[in-house]
């Protein structure tokens, strides 16, 4: 399975990278600038493509399966708003169906501890995206995160439709590892679900979805 991944220049994206190599993914690295390239090469890409909107119609060709960061805008430069990055999703989504990919993996911009009412959520900005892949013909996943941080992954987590936390948080390696293993669990197709840090092993959490 060859993955492509956008949002690959990200702290979550460069560790999807590495785990891809490690797990025998070949991948391609959706980056957005040429400083990136060196990084990414190291970490395992065996391809990179700096962002342009006229490549899309052809970005997918040859691969089997997309990882999407959403957050992560591919197009910008610099920070945009969330209502740029869904559109930029929207289309990506739309060209993926159309160029044949089988599986679409996204790292939702809904995080697991915004909670429903919550007023700080724009939903028209954050759910349509989610909401246009579910009525897709792609596989999909869809994956909401707790909070991310940076310590160090245990490679145990918690996963459900909804999780109880308020506060709930997800180390970057651990949900990199997450966005990898759900390529192929089969207990994550066409699923929306939460993940925060936990006491069971990823593989098994995925597997009890």
């Not at 900005?125 to 999909?140: C, G, I, V």
């Not at 940076?150 to 949900?175: F, H, M, Q, W, Y």
Request: proline share 3%; glycine share 6%.
């Amino acid at each position: 399975m060859k993955v492509i991944v956008f949002g690959a220049h990200s702290s979550v994206g460069e560790l999807v990278v590495s785990k891809l190599m490690k797990n025998g993914y070949p991948s391609c690295a959706v980056i957005i600038n040429e400083n990136q390239i060196e990084t990414l090469k190291k970490l395992g890409a065996n391809e990179l493509v700096i962002y342009e909107e006229k490549l899309l119609p052809s970005l997918f060709q040859g691969y089997d399966a997309a990882i999407y960061l959403t957050g992560i805008n591919p197009r910008a430069k610099a920070g945009r708003t969330v209502m740029v990055d869904h559109e930029s999703v929207i289309e990506t989504v739309k060209e993926a169906e159309k160029q044949g990919v089988q599986r679409f993996v996204m790292m939702s911009a809904i995080t697991a501890n915004e909670a429903e009412g919550d007023e700080s959520r724009d939903i028209g900005a954050k759910e349509m995206p989610d909401e246009l892949l579910r009525q897709s013909n792609l596989t999909y996943t869809v994956i909401q995160p707790g909070a991310v941080t940076d310590k160090p992954g245990d490679g145990k987590i918690s996963a459900a439709v909804t999780l109880e936390e308020n506060d709930a948080e997800i180390s970057r390696e651990d949900l990199a590892e997450v966005l990898v293993k759900s390529l192929e669990a089969e207990r994550t197709f066409n699923k929306t679900f939460e993940v925060a840090d936990g006491d069971t092993m990823i593989t098994k959490a995925l597997s009890s979805l």
